[in-house]
């Protein structure tokens, strides 16, 4: 199937909006980079797919941070994205894992446990708005969908999904969200909620099994009227360097810096992209010199 790509667009006449996003490519690279089990794989990769469809609406220089922060073996899954589509993620646990449900499915909610879900939103004027409400199945589209309502007083429909394979390479990720606007009736709810009720596989599996974006739309829209306003590319991308990790070292303090030089070298992982960093003597020693 062709690349990642986010789409916009309305449906029903104008009385809805909607937005897809095929992530397979993005949940890959983060599965690989971070050697998560399943599970896990399952529940980043939905978190960064929701990010990336919330991310969709900022502006300029903004971003969105999603945190999950569930009783559950994963402990933690976080993910921050931007209105450039890029998004990046981790797992506190990613070596977590559980039994398949009984309907063969793999466990998110039950991974994730119960706990929050905290939304912070960076504004271009420097602002933060954070909103937090209680998980509801830890399933996170559900989780999502009672954030928009209960934060946000807008009722929303989403599908959040990644399918990973024996092998544990992802197959298929993406999620769908539509929103009806303040002209939607009480039947264009309906044939929204008839639309997406008789489909006949998740969005993860239709994803797989479509060539393009465009037939998996057709797929999820069914007879619905809809339009396509704009395509956007989203990608997995970090904002970690050595430079950004050596200001880090610098606020450790002189005592700590010195021992790491008497020690000889040091190395430091990015939580989100698993990146690593070597620091030699030369390398500690300026950072001294800074601190």
Same mark, same amino acid.
């Given at each position: ?5 986010? !789409? %916009? ?8 909006? !909607? ?53 559950? =073996? ?11 589509? $890029? ?92 929103? =009806?606007? =303040? ?8 044939? %929204? ?19 393009? %974006? ?10 619905? =009227? ?55 003597? $030369? ?9």
């Amino acid at each position: 199937m062709q690349q990642d790509e986010l !789409w %916009i667009g309305t449906m029903l006449e104008g009385n809805a909006r !909607w937005v897809l996003v095929k992530t397979t490519d993005i949940v890959e690279e983060a599965r690989r980079r971070h050697g998560m089990s399943p599970v896990a794989t399952a529940a980043l990769g939905r978190l960064m797919t929701g990010t990336l469809i919330l991310a969709s609406a900022l502006k300029g220089e903004e971003s969105i941070t999603l945190r999950l922060l569930g009783d559950g =073996p994963l402990e933690g899954v976080v993910a921050v994205g931007n209105a450039r589509g $890029e998004v990046r993620g981790y797992v506190r646990e990613p070596l977590a894992d559980l039994p398949l449900k009984a309907s063969g499915k793999l466990d998110v909610g039950g991974a994730v446990g119960l706990g929050e879900l905290s939304v912070s939103r960076s504004l271009q004027n420097g602002e933060v708005f954070t909103g937090t409400v209680p998980l509801v199945s830890g399933e996170i589209a559900e989780d999502l969908v009672h954030y928009l309502l209960t934060s946000e007083q807008i009722l929303s429909a989403m599908l959040l999904g990644v399918l990973v394979e024996k092998d544990y390479h992802v197959a298929g990720a993406g999620g769908l969200l539509i929103q =009806p606007l =303040p002209g939607a009736t009480e039947e264009d709810i309906q044939a %929204i909620e008839s639309q997406l009720g008789q489909l006949q596989m998740g969005i993860s599996e239709l994803i797989a099994q479509s060539q393009t %974006i465009d037939e998996l739309l057709g797929h999820l829209m069914g007879q619905l =009227p809809h339009h396509v306003l704009e395509r956007r590319k989203v990608t997995f991308s970090c904002t970690c360097s050595k430079e950004r990790l050596s200001d880090t070292l610098v606020s450790i303090g002189k005592k700590e810096i010195a021992d790491l030089i008497s020690d000889g070298n040091a190395e430091m992982v990015c939580h989100f992209c698993n990146e690593h960093y070597q620091f030699n003597k $030369e390398d500690l020693q300026q950072i001294l010199e800074r601190a």
